[in-house]
């Protein structure tokens, strides 16, 4: 029963977004960590992720509406 409350809450925390940074933590880990020679920066702190990303999501909006 625990097991499936803690799998319902990291479903729900993927679906709103509220986990995104550690995801990105993970893949920058995972994936541009190692690669220190051909790009060699640190990962963006948590308020420098949300600004990027919610000017992602929100760039480009064009309505009349």
């Known amino acids: 029963m625990l097991s499936q409350l803690k799998a ?3 479903l ?3 679906l709103s ?3 995104a940074y550690e995801r990105y933590l993970r893949h920058y880990a995972k994936c541009h960590q190692s690669d220190c020679a ?3 920066h640190t990962p963006l702190s ?3 992720f ?3 990303w919610q000017d992602e999501k ?8």
């Open 8 to 10: 319902g809450w990291r």
């Open 12 to 14: 729900l925390r993927r």
């Open 17 to 19: 977004g509220d986990d």
């Open 50 to 52: 949300y600004k990027q």
């Open 38 to 40: 051909s790009e060699c």
């Open 58 to 65: 929100w760039n480009g909006v064009k309505r009349c509406c």
């Open 46 to 48: 948590k308020k420098e």
